[in-house]
């Protein structure tokens, strides 16, 4: 069990649970919070969004471990007067809040399902001055799946409520120390999902392993170094998926959640560094990457919906070894280096030795992913295309990044190719680069038919195969097509 302290609402609760409790199922059975609801449990649906700080997140995928020490707000505390208190009117009666309000009166709520998550996702956006743009509004509530009322009252709700916003981010404040819960009584056994009188079966529990969170890591290594089978986590995002989806749990799980030494983006020379336990979020606010890295960038915008890309982090990327991963097709085409550390020192391994099968990476047991290393290359172009079902929450059925230098061609062309990669992800067991399709490419200048020359070879070259997402042919000559546009984009016409 483990002591888990946190502002929920603006009041200091304490749980004792085990640490890899979902969030989820700590506010709504051991806190009395039913107004987060569960919808998909794997991240998919953002029914059960809540804000941890100042950020949405879908707390089916947080272990309750990983909010010690932070703020919880959920739909309850919407009608707060900045986290201080219930909204009141003039004779002390309650109020709802003007995003409340808004969702009430424009008939952005129907059945109600998905409504408390499509509140804290607007919240989150407005917490942060979101405006009454459509396409920010949509981008913010992509994580969030409603059936019934659809996107346009919802977007109508947001818009209004940003414009007349009285929607506040509550202060972020350690709890104090040794205060209990006060939440309200947790509902009724029949109603937290046992039994019923008709004999239904009580839902089951997902698997809690015993989690250690470490401070530092020099912890971390001693931990890892002292015997025993443990499994890495960062956000946890891909961990809690597998066991809602019945896999079997880990002996033992590391948390690094609190580890800042492996947090951060920063330059070395020739060099950009990002900490293993960079969010994609933080990807996209960083003007370091958005400079350098552009393409790498557009790749985190891609990975889930604004719920997940505050959890998920690069390492996580590289350690699940998805083929799907949407980051590593661009980091392989930037030649990058993923830094590993343990308590037998720290090595280096290029992005295409790193992956070494289907879900295997060259990670010993007994490592932690560090940091990725991108080398930085004067002139270097990188384009990157996911091909998915939808916008948001995608797995990828296709990804490919192009990497390239412009200059002066062999042939006496004025400006050639060099320094070519193209990189695929879902495609293989493992990300690759198209050797067939790169030699067509290099050295070359880019017309159209270079281009097509290059979409057929990789046509050539590629053996997917079929699965529930896709078929081998789809994405082969969906690959190629994405290479030729890709090129295309890229010479400007």
Not at 15 to 22: C, E, S
Not at 119 to 128: G, P, R, S
């Amino acid at each position: 069990m483990t002591v888990v302290r946190f502002l929920l609402n603006g009041e200091p609760v304490e749980v004792d649970v085990p640490g890899m409790r979902r969030l989820l199922d700590v506010l709504r059975e051991d806190l009395g919070m039913t107004g987060t609801k569960e919808g998909c449990g794997e991240g998919e649906c953002g029914a059960c969004t809540v804000i941890v700080d100042s950020g949405p997140v879908v707390s089916c995928l947080v272990p309750v471990c990983q909010v010690d020490g932070h703020t919880v707000r959920t739909v309850e505390g919407l009608a707060q007067a900045d986290g201080s208190g219930p909204l009141v009117d003039d004779a002390g009666r309650p109020m709802l809040a003007p995003l409340q309000r808004a969702f009430l009166e424009l008939g952005a709520a129907q059945c109600g399902i998905c409504t408390p998550g499509m509140l804290m996702a607007a919240a989150a956006y407005l917490d942060v001055g979101g405006g009454p743009d459509e396409a920010a509004i949509r981008t913010a509530i992509a994580g969030n799946l409603c059936r019934c009322t659809g996107y346009t009252k919802i977007v109508e709700a947001i818009a209004a409520a940003a414009v007349g916003r009285h929607v506040g981010a509550s202060e972020a404040a350690a709890p104090a120390p040794g205060r209990r819960a006060t939440a309200p009584s947790p509902p009724p056994a029949a109603e937290a999902g046992a039994a019923s009188a008709e004999g239904a079966a009580a839902p089951t529990a997902l698997a809690e392993p015993p989690v250690a969170s470490p401070r530092t890591l020099a912890e971390a290594y001693d931990l890892l170094g002292g015997g025993g089978t443990w499994r890495p986590v960062a956000g946890a995002t891909d961990l809690l998926v597998e066991l809602d989806a019945g896999g079997e749990p880990p002996e033992q799980v590391l948390d690094l959640w609190r580890l800042r030494e492996l947090r951060g983006i920063s330059l070395e020379p020739r060099t950009l560094v990002i900490g293993a336990l960079t969010t994609y979020s933080e990807l996209q606010r960083s003007s370091l990457a958005t400079e350098i890295v552009p393409a790498l960038v557009e790749a985190a915008a891609t990975v889930g919906a604004v719920q997940i890309q505050h959890r998920g982090t690069i390492g996580g990327n590289l350690a699940t070894a998805s083929p799907a991963g949407d980051m590593l097709p661009v980091l392989l085409a930037l030649d990058a280096e993923v830094v590993l550390g343990g308590p037998r020192g720290e090595r280096v391994v290029p992005m295409g030795d790193f992956h070494v099968g289907y879900r295997r990476t060259a990670r010993e047991p007994d490592e932690l992913i560090l940091r990725v290393r991108v080398p930085i290359v004067p002139g270097r172009e990188v384009r990157f295309r996911k091909v998915g079902t939808r916008k948001a929450q995608a797995i990828s059925k296709v990804s490919v990044a192009l990497a390239w230098r412009a200059g002066p061609g062999d042939d006496g062309a004025e400006v050639a190719w060099h320094g070519v990669r193209v990189a695929l992800g879902s495609v293989a067991p493992v990300p690759i680069r198209a050797a067939a399709a790169e030699a067509v490419l290099e050295g070359s200048a880019p017309s159209a038919a270079v281009a097509e020359r290059a979409a057929l070879a990789l046509a050539d070259e590629l053996a997917p195969i079929d699965d529930v997402r896709s078929t081998a042919g789809y994405r082969r000559t969906t690959a190629a097509r994405v290479l030729h546009r890709l090129i295309r984009d890229a010479a400007g016409w």
